[in-house]
């Protein structure tokens, strides 16, 4: 990876940082903080992968300013495959339905950003999160958890649509999720507590990176930080006080 000089990566916040990536504010903030760290040589790989269409035009402003940093840049079409709900209790035709809706889903357009020159080869029209949190060097246990929680949380919002909507009826089930019926469910979910230990990661991280068992979390996020402080004390004290406004409206 290159050698960081910072005039230069203090240039690219300069002229990335008035571009909205994100409707939320904290993964805008990340998504730049990224961007920058490639340029840095801290990373291999960032992306930016805008929810809403409003959004994409800028994907193209932001290219242009990257290409003029000697950056390379992919933009892909990709269909994520979601993790299989074989292992629970959802009934096989739920579970087909939920299949046919990630199938429907419409593909969402990334910006790629990367020093690796391997990397466009790694990139598929279809990929698990797996593949994708691979290329961007996220932890494997990280990963794995995430997968998981969405799983956990399906099966949870399932089960809620069972009981308070008093069916077990798949058609009927297909139905309130179709309609997007209002259900309540307790979901698991690390964003929260990852941004209170971690504020600076760009990805949600997993129960044992939280509680101290495993270090490259730590490392990856006081990395972050350190950069962030660096390229600009305003990015620093933006991503603190979102990352505390967004915890205090969760009640954590």
């Known amino acids: 990876m290159p050698s960081m000089d910072l005039n230069h990566v203090k240039k690219l916040w300069d002229s990335i940082k008035e571009i909205p990536t994100s409707i939320l504010r904290i993964e805008d903030l990340h998504n730049k903080l990224s961007l920058c760290a490639v340029l840095a040589g801290q990373k291999n790989v960032a992306s930016i992968e805008p929810e809403d269409d409003n959004l994409l035009p800028n994907l193209q402003i932001m290219r242009k300013i990257l290409r003029t940093f000697k950056l390379r840049t992919s933009v892909t079409t990709l269909r994520r495959i979601q993790p299989s709900l074989e292992a629970t209790n959802i009934s096989p035709k739920v579970r087909s339905f939920f ?9 969402t357009i990334i910006l790629w950003v990367y020093n690796d020159t391997q990397v466009p080869s790694l990139l598929k029209p279809k990929m698990t999160n797996s593949q994708i949190g691979k290329i961007l060097g996220y932890p494997s246990h990280c990963i794995q958890e995430y997968n998981k929680h969405i799983v956990v949380n399906t ?6 649509l069972k009981t308070q909507y008093n069916t077990n009826d798949d058609d009927e089930i297909i139905s309130l999720i179709k309609r997007n019926a209002p259900v309540y469910y307790p979901k698991e979910d690390n964003a929260i507590k990852t941004l209170n230990t971690f504020t600076f990661l760009p990805y949600i991280a997993c129960n044992k990176c939280l509680k101290g068992e495993y270090d490259i979390s730590r490392k990856i996020n006081a990395s972050l930080e350190k950069l962030a402080r660096k390229i600009d004390s305003q990015l620093y004290n933006d991503i603190l006080l979102e990352a505390k406004r967004l915890a205090a409206l969760a009640g954590q």
């Not at 299949?99 to 593909?107: C, G």
């Not at 099966?155 to 809620?160: F, G, K, L, S």
Request: proline share 7%; charged share 35%.
């Open 99 to 107: 299949v046919e809706l990630n199938a429907i889903k419409k593909p």
């Open 155 to 160: 099966e949870r919002y399932v089960t809620a």
